[in-house]
């Protein structure tokens, strides 16, 4: 492991060049979620359609997983971002607005619905036809009792897309800072004398223990208030290491600090899961008492480990690119609209079939997603679904046919 003082004499990139690690680890991040929405109708958590059959394995990958996998694509979506306020900045806003929320909207009103189809009658036993769904469903939906927060109505209504509005509001909640951030008007030099120690890297755990401990047991659903600043921390943090490049060469440089914290906290995390009731139930339900506590710092140091040690180990191995890396990167934006609602439709038949579970999920996974990219390559190719999807308009020119 290089110390510190070998780290400030690595050339910093400059600001204009591009990152292709970064590129790379945001395939790694959207990759894994495609993954494991697969896998999800194998454990025992509740999910949109389920196997009969569970195994502990598709537990065990479950609960390791979620601890880092949103955190690490907030933290690539906020080095996103600071890419988008340079290229942009007049238009920053319009596009937020085109690339996150015109996709929200459309997903709820024609990519969600199927997924619901299937999980009413999976679980509900609703027999009555897609017709007859289609008239009972909206007001099912907003007939819904979200109490004071606004923030569960994005994954009611989005199930898996609400990590578009929660990126759009991070995005305009952050906006003041970050602009003072670009403008030289705050200073990073404290943090980056912090992360140049030995330990320094982990004092990034602080404001997200201060804020889940705080707020997890007044908002303990997922994807409510406490989530979102605990997720707004990693989105922060991927903004400030590309505004300052130094801070990624010390995350490098610590890279196996983070693998062995990541194993040693997961570890710890997985063994309670899996022996203290307790445990389990403080973390489902938490109050304020040690237990929570705990847990809390449990899952801080699972959430910056893991996400740091990938983007530590991909800056050291993966600064480089392919053919494939910008098709690939384009891509997943529509494909993570369509992934889920492609695998909860062909799962829903798949996990009927008499045969082992794990070669359901095999099929699954290798239906669902090459479905998903078959229909990217419709959607690609006209200007509407385009935009509905998110994409940015086609610099292919589009042929006409003459007569």
Same mark, same amino acid.
Request: hydrophobic fraction near 50%.
């Given at each position: ?166 990126? &759009? !509001? ?6 003041? +800072? @970050?602009?003072? $951030?670009?403008?030289?008007? =705050?200073? /990073? ?60 060469? &010390? !995350? ?6 983070? +693998? @062995?914290?990541? $194993?040693?906290?997961?570890? =710890?995390? /997985? ?73 909860? $439709?062909?799962?829903?038949? =798949? ?53």
């Amino acid at each position: 492991m290089n110390s510190p003082d070998s780290v400030n004499h690595e050339p910093i990139p400059q600001q204009t060049e591009r990152l292709y690690y970064l590129d790379w680890l945001r395939l790694l991040a959207f990759g894994l979620l495609f993954i494991f929405h697969s896998w999800r109708p194998f454990d025992h958590f509740e999910w949109h359609i389920k196997n009969e059959e569970k195994h502990v394995i598709f537990d065990v990958l479950t609960m390791f997983t979620h601890g880092w996998r949103m955190h690490l694509i907030f933290l690539v979506s906020g080095a996103g971002t600071w890419f988008a306020m340079r290229a942009r900045r007049e238009t920053f806003l319009l596009d937020r607005i085109k690339r996150l929320i015109v996709p929200f909207i459309f997903g709820i009103l024609i990519l969600i619905p199927p997924q619901r189809y299937f999980e009413w009658t999976m679980f509900r036993d609703f027999e009555e036809g897609i017709w007859k769904f289609l008239m009972v469903y909206p007001v099912d939906q907003l007939g819904a009792k979200m109490g004071s927060s606004v923030l569960l109505w994005f994954g009611h209504l989005g199930t898996h897309l609400w990590y578009l509005p929660y990126l &759009f !509001v991070m995005t305009m909640v952050c906006m003041p +800072l @970050f602009k003072r $951030i670009r403008e030289g008007k =705050i200073s /990073l030099a404290w943090l980056k004398d912090i992360l140049s120690t030995r330990f320094g890297v982990y004092v990034l755990v602080v404001p997200m223990v201060t804020c889940r401990f705080l707020l997890k047991p007044l908002y303990p659903d997922y994807t409510d208030w406490s989530d979102f600043l605990f997720y707004l921390w990693p989105f922060v943090y991927g903004f400030m290491f590309v505004a300052e490049r130094e801070m990624i060469a &010390f !995350v490098k440089s610590k890279r196996h600090l983070l +693998l @062995f914290t990541g $194993i040693l906290s997961s570890g =710890i995390f /997985l063994y309670l899961g899996s022996t203290n009731a307790e445990m389990v139930q403080s973390y489902i339900s938490p109050e304020f008492n040690w237990l929570h506590l705990a847990n809390t710092v449990i899952a801080s140091f699972i959430a910056i480990s893991w996400t740091l040690f990938f983007l530590g180990y991909f800056a050291e191995t993966m600064n480089f690119t392919h053919k494939i890396l910008m098709p690939a990167n384009a891509s997943i934006l529509p494909i993570y609209l369509l992934h889920q609602t492609m695998i909860v $439709i062909i799962g829903f038949y =798949i996990v009927s079939f008499s045969m082992s579970l794990f070669l359901k999920f095999a099929l699954i996974a290798m239906t669902a997603i090459p479905s998903s990219i078959l229909l990217y390559q419709l959607i690609k190719r006209n200007t509407v679904t385009r935009f509905l999807f998110g994409m940015k308009p086609s610099k292919i020119p589009v042929r006409r046919l003459h007569g």
